[in-house]
């Protein structure tokens, strides 16, 4: 997990350059503020498990890298970021997830068909703002996001959400990375995590 940490860090501070950036890593980094580094990437599909959120925002850091380096991606579609957007956008967009999963106990049978307590992740949303527009807004109150930044964090999740299919489509057609950042979230999620 410090492999992990160490690598997000380093992409981080790499890239992501403007003001208050540092603020809102510190923020990420301390453990009695954020469990970011820690916290799984979901209760029982992709990353589900301790450190999942940070290894899946790496993954889809990686994945929008690659569909962005694409000569069709940036000839014909024109989509041509700064290395500090693609960082904020993949490595940023689901922040929302911090502090939004806590360990629970369920009873199971075990191998040898005895009834014992195991964990499991569960969701206790302390901050109940929606998934996209909350990464957003906690990533507003520290430093502030180009439009085109904070529409593929909103829509990152695209029409997998229940957002309104036609917002989806607008923010799509109009914020190019919002498009790009959901496809690398969906690879990441459905092939990598």
């Known amino acids: ?14 890239n992501i350059k403007r003001a208050k950036a ?16 820690t916290a799984p990437a979901s209760t029982r599909f992709h990353g589900s498990y301790a450190g999942g959120l940070c290894q899946h925002s790496l993954n889809v850091y990686y994945c929008l890298c690659d569909y ?3 000569e069709r991606t940036k000839k014909l579609y024109r989509m041509n970021f700064t290395d ?4 904020i956008a993949a490595l940023l967009h689901d922040v929302c997830k911090v502090n939004f999963y806590k360990v629970d106990y369920r009873n199971a049978k075990n191998d040898s068909g005895v009834w014992e307590k195991v964990p499991y992740y569960t969701i206790d949303d302390k901050l109940p703002y929606g998934h996209g527009e909350k990464s957003v807004y906690m990533i507003s109150g520290f430093m502030t996001l180009t439009r085109e930044e904070a529409f593929a964090i909103r829509y990152h999740m695209g029409f997998s959400n229940t957002d309104d299919k036609n917002s989806v489509s607008a923010a799509f057609e109009k914020f190019p990375l919002s ?15």
């Open 179 to 193: 498009l790009a950042l959901s496809t690398a979230d969906m690879e990441a999620s459905y092939f990598i995590d």
């Open 22 to 37: 540092d603020d809102f890593l510190k923020f990420l980094c301390d453990e009695k503020l954020s469990d970011f580094f």
């Open 68 to 70: 962005l380096s694409r």
């Open 1 to 14: 997990m410090a492999d992990i940490k160490q690598e997000f860090i380093e992409i981080y501070n790499k």
């Open 84 to 87: 500090e957007t693609v960082a």
